[in-house]
Structure formats: C-alpha cells, structure tokens
Nanobody, 124 residues
C-alpha cells in the first residue's frame, strides 16, 4: 500500500532552519504531484508548497515564499521542504501529501495520500 513518511521536524529558534523529508513507497513517485501542508494548534490545515510531477514546477503559500523551498528526488522517491528563516508562526504539524492531479493542487481535498505528519516548533 501507499506510505508517506515524514521526518526532519523538531525544535528550532526563530531565524533557524530545518529540512523536512517525505519518503514515499507503494506508488510511482515520479507520476505524483507532491505537496506540503501544515496545521497549527487551533487552526485549519493550510497549504504550504507543492511540486508538480513532470515539469517539476513549484508553488508556495505567500506566507512562506522566499523562505521555504520544495524539491524532489525521483530516484529516491523523496520530497523535501527546506525551511529557512523560521518564525514562531511556522509552528505546526507538517504533512506531505500525494496526488496525480496537476491542477487545483493547493487544495487539500484533491490529495489522495497523506503522511502522519512531523512536528515543527519554532521558539521566539
């Protein structure tokens, strides 16, 4: 079956960096658009970043643009989220997700598979 396993979360001070990884199995990874979402305490799940299959173009939420970078290694079936200049408001559980779609890919309901999440905590 399909599995998405996130890693790399942790506690970091404001201004610091973390790199999240999401290892996928059970699917043809290169044919899936991969997204990162997050859920902060008391808030709705929100889109963070996405990288489409094929051309590999990327999109970001305005709140993370210029600070976060999404990338993928199809040979390793892994998608990454490099997070720099972290802020306390980035504190959340981060989830990776997979979909075959190429459009409407900032919407969580369009994703078929989800990981269990990894906690990121940014202290001020």
């Amino acid at each position: 079956q399909v599995q998405l396993v996130e890693s790399g979360g942790g506690l970091v001070q404001a201004g610091g960096s973390l790199r999240l990884s999401c290892a996928a199995s059970g699917l043809t990874f290169s044919s899936y658009t991969m997204g990162w979402f997050r859920r902060a305490p008391g808030k709705e799940r929100e889109f963070v970043a996405v990288i489409r299959w094929g051309a590999g173009d990327t999109y970001y939420a305005d709140s993370v643009k210029g600070r976060f970078t999404i990338s993928r290694d199809n040979g390793k079936n892994t998608v990454y989220l490099q997070m720099n200049n972290l802020k306390p408001e980035d504190t959340a559980v981060y989830y990776c997700a997979a979909t075959r779609q190429l459009y409407s890919i900032t919407r969580a309901e369009n994703y078929d598979y989800w990981g269990q999440g990894t906690q990121v905590t940014v202290s001020s």
